[in-house]
């Protein structure tokens, strides 16, 4: 059973930045699709952005077009979500997760099966 650990969370100022990464435990992680997703109490998992097996392809959601990057370094078994322009909205739990879908790549959390216990990000206005 794979195990996914988030880390770079953290309280920052409006317009900051922060990273965060997500390191899998098994070195098979570089066949999969892996995604971020975020959540707020009393509200569904949102979707953020995914990234294809090989790198090539990635999708975000609307709202963070722009202003985040998700990104891997297979050596390292490690995935990777540059967050700019910080907004107090972006304030939720993020977590990481696996797919073995690739085409298309998922927006649906039912598209991914396993998941990191998540990270808090915290912007303050």
């Known amino acids: 059973q794979v195990q996914l650990v988030e880390s770079g969370g953290g309280l920052v100022q409006a317009g900051g930045s922060l990273r965060l990464s997500c390191a899998a435990s098994?070195?098979?992680?570089?066949?999969?699709?892996a995604g971020w997703f975020r959540q707020v109490p009393g509200k569904d998992r949102e979707f953020v952005a995914v990234i294809s097996w090989d790198g090539g392809r990635t999708d975000y959601a609307e709202s963070v077009k722009g202003r985040f990057t998700i990104s891997r370094d297979d050596a390292m078994n490690t995935i990777y979500l540059e967050m700019n322009a910080l907004k107090p909205e972006d304030t939720a739990v993020y977590s990481c997760?696996?797919?073995?879908?690739?085409?298309?790549?998922?927006?649906?959390?039912?598209?991914?099966?396993?998941w990191g216990q998540g990270t808090q990000v915290t912007v303050s206005s």
């Open positions: 098994e070195r098979f992680f570089s066949t999969y699709g």
């Open positions: 997760a696996r797919t073995p879908f690739s085409s298309p790549l998922p927006r649906a959390p039912a598209g991914y099966d396993a």
